[in-house]
C-alpha cells in the first residue's frame, strides 16, 4: 500500500462505536493515480480494526467515481451541497457564518437551480455579445491591429470571458505577454471597457 492522505481526518466515538472519517477536497487540484483506492485500502484496515469509516469526497464540479467496492461508505457530494447543508443546519452558528460568507465569496455557493434572472440571460445571451462585437470589430479592431498586430480568432473572447470575466480582442505578444482590448465583467452594474 502507498503512502496517501486525505485532506482532513476525523475520529471519534459515538456510543460503543468508533469512528473514522476521511474527508477530500478537490477544489483546484487534480486526483492523484489511485488517491481514491489508496484511501479505500487505509479504511479497510480501520474497518478490520473494529472503526466504522467513511470517505467525503467533494468537488466543485460534477465528477462521478466508481466506488462500488466501498460504496457503503463513500459519499461523493459537491460544494454547493455542502453549503446548503449548513445553511440549513447551522445558520445561527458565528463560526459556520463565516464559512458560509467565505464559500459566497469564492463561488462554492453555486446550486443548480436557474433563476428567473438566469434564464433572461441566456435568452438575450446573442444579443449582449453581438453588442460588444459591434465596439471590438470595426474601428477599434483596425486601430488594434495597427498597434499590436492581428487580434487572435473570435472564439478566444468567448473562452476569456468564460474563465476570466472579460470579453477582450487580443494578441499575444513575447515572452507569455498579451495585448488586450475589451470589456472586463465584474459585479459592477455594466461591464468596464479597458
Aim: proline content about 3%; aromatic content about 16%; some cysteine.
Amino acid at each position: 500500500m502507498s503512502d496517501s492522505r486525505p485532506d482532513l481526518v476525523i475520529t471519534f466515538n459515538h456510543g460503543s462505536a468508533s469512528h473514522v472519517v476521511f474527508i477530500e477536497n478537490k477544489l483546484g487540484s487534480g486526483e492523484g493515480y489511485l488517491q481514491l483506492e489508496r484511501y479505500r485500502d487505509h479504511l479497510t484496515l480501520h474497518k478490520l480494526s473494529g472503526f466504522a469509516v467513511h470517505l467525503f469526497y467533494i468537488t466543485q464540479y460534477y465528477d462521478p467515481k466508481n466506488m462500488d467496492s466501498v460504496k457503503d461508505h463513500f459519499q461523493q457530494l459537491q460544494w454547493f451541497e455542502v453549503f446548503h447543508w449548513l445553511q440549513e443546519e447551522y445558520r445561527e452558528d458565528l463560526y459556520c457564518k463565516q464559512i458560509l460568507k467565505y464559500m459566497e465569496e469564492i463561488g462554492l455557493d453555486k446550486t443548480r437551480t436557474f433563476l428567473p434572472q438566469d434564464i433572461y440571460a441566456v435568452q438575450n445571451l446573442w444579443k449582449t455579445l453581438s453588442m460588444l462585437d459591434e465596439y471590438l470589430d470595426g474601428k477599434t479592431a483596425h486601430c488594434f491591429t495597427n498597434l499590436f498586430g492581428k487580434p487572435k480568432q473570435l472564439g478566444t473572447r468567448v473562452t476569456q470571458l468564460r474563465y476570466w470575466n472579460r470579453y477582450v480582442i487580443h494578441n499575444d505578444q513575447s515572452d507569455w505577454k498579451f495585448v488586450g482590448c475589451g470589456f472586463w465583467m465584474e459585479h459592477e452594474n455594466y461591464p468596464e471597457a479597458f
